[in-house]
């Protein structure tokens, strides 16, 4: 049992190039999420999915896509990246009903854009 | 609208003495609380978490917390921290409603730096 995985774990993007953030989980999650983490800020929602074929937006959208084709895979697009998408990238994932449900963690991607 | 607020952003302890770190939150409705941990270089984990019961609950790693809803504060508490406990924690709300669209908001956290 992987838990939540993450690739890459470091990237360097140039201004205006795309990529794309690999995110899987094997625990047969429902709930799926991005979120982005800066110093003094926390963690802000970016995208999230409640099941395969079912994605929205969370507080952070602007400039990030997804889409949940399986249950175990939430790949996370940058579609032209700015310096202001430098940050640390965490993927997430629990059963149904996150409210009361705990979140799994991926260990997180490191992205620096110049 | 829910959110969180840790005030501390950075709180030095010796080891062995012991430590609280705020929390308070805001939602116009009933609420769950949690507060994970996030070692250096990690991904985040769950200390523990309040959803009914007793408002003392306990974590792992030694780790509690008290929800009190007069004042909207879940507070953790350790009665002894150990260098292990150096890490960064994060208090999270969710707020509880039925239309199908939890989020879970996320304070700002708090670095807890154990001095030996």
């Known amino acids: 049992n992987a838990g939540v995985t993450q690739t890459p774990k470091f990237q360097v993007l140039k201004t205006g190039q795309s990529m794309t953030l690999q995110c899987a989980q094997d625990?047969?999650?429902?709930?799926m999420s991005w979120y982005r983490q800066d110093p003094g800020m926390g963690l802000r929602l970016i995208h999230y999915?409640?099941?395969?074929?079912?994605?929205d937006q969370g507080e952070v959208p602007n400039g990030y896509n997804v889409s949940r084709s399986t249950t175990e895979d939430f790949p996370l697009r940058l579609l032209s990246a700015a310096p202001s998408q430098t940050s640390v990238y965490f993927c997430?994932?629990?059963?149904?009903?996150?409210?009361?449900?705990?979140?799994?963690f991926g260990p997180g991607t490191r992205l620096t854009v110049l | 609208a829910q959110s969180v607020t840790q005030l501390d952003s950075q709180v030095p302890v010796f080891e062995e003495a012991p430590v609280e770190l705020r929390c308070n939150y805001s939602s116009s409705v009933s609420v769950y609380l949690f507060w994970y941990v996030q070692y250096p270089n990690q991904g985040l984990q769950l200390l523990l978490k309040y959803l009914s019961g007793s408002t003392l609950v306990k974590g792992i790693n030694g780790f509690e917390a008290e929800f009190n809803k007069s004042q909207t504060s879940f507070h953790l508490r350790k009665p002894s921290v150990h260098i292990s406990d150096t890490a960064e924690y994060f208090c999270?709300?969710?707020?509880?409603?039925?239309?199908?669209?939890?989020?879970?908001?996320f304070g700002t956290g708090t670095r807890l730096t154990i001095i030996p």
């Open positions: 625990m047969n999650h429902e709930y």
């Open positions: 997430a994932s629990s059963y149904a009903d996150l409210s009361y449900n705990e979140q799994f």
């Open positions: 999915s409640v099941g395969a074929g079912i994605t």
């Open positions: 999270a709300v969710s707020s509880i409603s039925n239309f199908g669209n939890e989020k879970l908001t």
